[in-house]
């Protein structure tokens, strides 16, 4: 009965230890956070800010645009109107005159979307790569293991959620 009682108490001794050993090669537990990204881009008035700024920017060449596609649409419809009654040289005129400011238009809107669009990707760069810093401080400083994006999650609870204090850190940050 001692030599069965010993070889018992060897197994659960065995089998602890094998337990201890496995759970001290497992991973802590994990921690995740959520941040959600669009609320941020939405509702931040820094976001705003930068907003306006691009939009002054460019405003005097978008209404330059406007009033060219303006000029543009009159010559169309003087040309409609009256082509019945010009003469061929008037007409051909005119013709020359709509498909060159055609062509100028094209090429000024062409400028001006490529222009915005790197203006746009260059803010874009500088705006992530501040609230990629921001939100990989804020989960060193909590040990989260994971931040995604609360999109891209079914469901998290709200002691999860981060957007606020990245929205705060990043709204604050120069």
Do not use: W
């Not at 419809?77 to 009654?85: G, I, L, N």
């Not at 000024?108 to 222009?115: G, L, N, S, T, Y």
């Amino acid at each position: 009965m001692k030599k069965v009682l010993a070889i018992f108490s060897s197994f659960l001794l065995m089998g602890a230890m094998a337990s201890h050993a496995y759970a001290a090669n497992q991973p802590a537990q994990l921690s995740i956070a959520v941040v959600n990204v669009q609320q941020l881009f939405q509702q931040s008035p820094k976001i705003a800010s930068l907003n306006k700024q691009l939009q002054s920017k460019f405003n005097s060449r978008r209404d330059n645009l406007v009033a060219q596609q303006k000029s543009l649409q009159a010559e169309l419809d003087k040309y409609k109107k009256e082509s019945a009654t010009m003469s061929q040289k008037d007409k051909d005129a005119l013709k020359k005159k709509v498909t060159d400011d055609q062509a100028a238009l094209a090429k000024d809107a062409a400028a001006f979307q490529q222009d915005l669009s790197k203006e746009q990707n260059a803010i874009m760069k500088n705006v992530l790569a501040q609230l990629n810093g921001i939100i990989s401080g804020i989960a060193k400083k909590n040990s989260y293991s994971l931040v995604l994006d609360s999109q891209a999650v079914i469901y998290s609870n709200d002691g999860a959620d981060i957007t606020k204090q990245v929205s705060q850190e990043f709204d604050n940050a120069k």
